[in-house]
């Protein structure tokens, strides 16, 4: 959603990188560029002008002109502010002292809110909570189903004693639910208002009837980030009507240009709680300012990304992994259901693209994360379970009858499976030798590696000393001064071995202590 303005700032930065000092012509025009960028952005008129202020007065300021390095001092002018209008701080989930916790979703038809509501069930059950989703939307056709549906693939509580389609009093199911989450031991309620196509006073009416029957602890207001400028306006008016605490982005994935994200937390004063970026049920999380403000900064979000991995990632797991690699065969116990077993655990972290995405300077190659085919994992996956056991422990015995076998069962080319064999041999490899603190191979300056400057010179001269020289009198000569050398080095030796007086150092005069003549023969 971010690529556009990711594109325009990173140009206008890069024309600063290399100067020296920055004139005021040059921060007029850097301002000028990430104005322009931001309202192409869909931002917020008033955010735009404050945001540009804020930027412009820092910029003019001693932290940029007594800096080392002014362009990079700008860029963390921008990163803060852009921090600063993203909401600041991350702000959390208020829970109630006694539970359950009511949270209250509200917002216009077709924003996502079921589905956001199971999302959100999900997540809380993934924390430790157990929750409870109320269908209080009856009059859309099947919305009651839908949030069963979610409910069950979250695998979460459903409170649905209405049928819905017309038919029920919400306001009554939202009262009569806390209670039922108090019988039934629920610790969280999150209760599904109905949505309007546009705002009326009998959406706001009813939405404020269930917010006084249940007094929530949260009212969390959903937005589709990709409606633009629209979504501010729908947001204050429901600040106005309702009241929201804080408030859910969702659809965050789609090709809107997003000027909603950052302008919705400045206009209305509330912080942008949560992130919803994809279909799937895991494919939301906590929305933290500094880290999405690192992401359209091209800075990547090594965070999140390490978070994920956390989540995902067993910790006996991955020292189990971490010691077949380091083991003295040479990493040979890594076998290729274990290989198997890493791909698969990745996948669950969620898209290969949007991981990349994560990691800094990325951005650089955006168009080739985004044409990442996905399957490819899929056909690894099914080339190495095409594989019999013994295959997999030993892929050195693959031979090319093996090969054929292996490509007909997964469906690929038989090229494809060689490649495979080979690329895990070389990863097996490296991963073994990075494991075992040698760094990696081919790395100039790294410790360990082929490569390596250092070892480079020190072969060289390795090899220059062993030169002999053609002519008789010069091979004799350099024969000399070796042997001198070698001379003069044995005499300079500090001791013998165990620390003992050498030959010529009072080594004559040393005598073994009484208690340890006896073990001399």
Not at 106 to 124: E, M, P, S, V
Not at 201 to 220: F, G, K, N, Y
Not at 438 to 449: A, E, K, R, Y
């Amino acid at each position: 959603m971010f690529d556009t303005l990711s594109d325009r700032l990173a140009a206008t930065f890069k024309n600063l990188r290399g100067k020296g000092r920055l004139s005021e012509a040059d921060i007029d025009a850097t301002a000028r560029e990430i104005r322009i960028a931001l309202l192409e952005a869909d931002v917020a008129l008033p955010v735009v002008r404050a945001f540009i202020k804020q930027v412009k007065e820092r910029a003019t300021g001693v932290e940029v002109s007594a800096a080392l390095n002014p362009a990079q001092q700008v860029i963390k002018i921008v990163n803060e502010e852009l921090i600063g209008i993203l909401g600041g701080e991350t702000r959390r989930l208020r829970f109630a002292k006694q539970p359950p916790t009511v949270i209250m979703l509200a917002g216009l038809q077709g924003a996502g809110k079921t589905t956001l509501a199971g999302k959100l069930g999900r997540w809380l059950k993934a924390q430790g909570h157990s929750p409870l989703l109320v269908a209080c939307d009856l009059q859309r056709p099947n919305a009651v189903n839908q949030l069963s549906v979610v409910a069950e693939r979250a695998g979460v509580g459903i409170y649905a004693p209405q049928p819905g389609n017309g038919v029920g009093d919400p306001v009554q199911v939202a009262k009569d639910s806390v209670e039922f989450a108090r019988t039934k031991q629920y610790d969280v309620v999150v209760v599904d208002t109905a949505g309007r196509l546009g705002i009326d006073q009998e959406l706001m009416q009813q939405a404020a009837d269930i917010r006084d029957a249940v007094s929530p602890d949260e009212v969390l207001f959903v937005v589709d980030a990709m409606i633009g400028q629209d979504a501010v306006n729908t947001a204050e008016a429901f600040r106005d009507g309702v009241g929201f605490d804080g408030v859910v982005l969702s659809k965050l994935d789609g090709d809107a240009r997003g000027g909603a994200a950052l302008s919705i937390a400045h206009v209305t004063g509330r912080q942008v709680m949560f992130a919803s970026n994809g279909e799937k049920l895991d494919d939301f999380d906590a929305f933290h300012p500094d880290r999405m403000a690192s992401r359209i900064l091209g800075m990547g979000d090594m965070l999140t990304l390490i978070e994920k991995a956390e989540q995902t990632f067993s910790q006996q797991e991955a020292e189990k992994m971490a010691s077949k690699l380091a083991s003295s065969k040479g990493g040979k116990d890594f076998t290729l259901d274990d290989f198997l077993a890493q791909m698969e655990q990745v996948r669950k972290m969620g898209s290969i693209s949007k991981l990349l995405g994560m990691l800094p300077g990325m951005g650089q190659i955006k168009d080739q994360i985004n044409n990442l085919d996905e399957r490819d994992v899929d056909r690894t996956a099914a080339i190495i379970k095409s594989m019999t056991p013994g295959e997999r422990q030993e892929p050195t015995i693959i031979n090319g009858s093996r090969r054929a076998r292996i490509a007909k069962g997964s469906g690929v080319e038989v090229s494809a499976v060689k490649n495979l064999v080979e690329r895990f041999f070389e990863a097996r490899k490296m991963m073994s030798r990075m494991a075992q603190g040698g760094g990696m191979p081919g790395m100039p300056g790294m410790p360990g590696m082929g490569g390596g400057p250092g070892k480079t010179k020190k072969k060289q001269k390795q090899a220059k000393g062993k030169q002999r020289s053609g002519n008789p009198m010069k091979r004799k000569q350099q024969e000399d001064e070796a042997a001198a050398r070698r001379a003069a080095a044995e005499e300079a030796a500090a001791g013998g071995a165990f620390g003992l007086p050498a030959a010529g150092q009072g080594g004559k005069d040393f005598e073994l202590p009484d208690e340890f003549k006896k073990f001399m023969g």
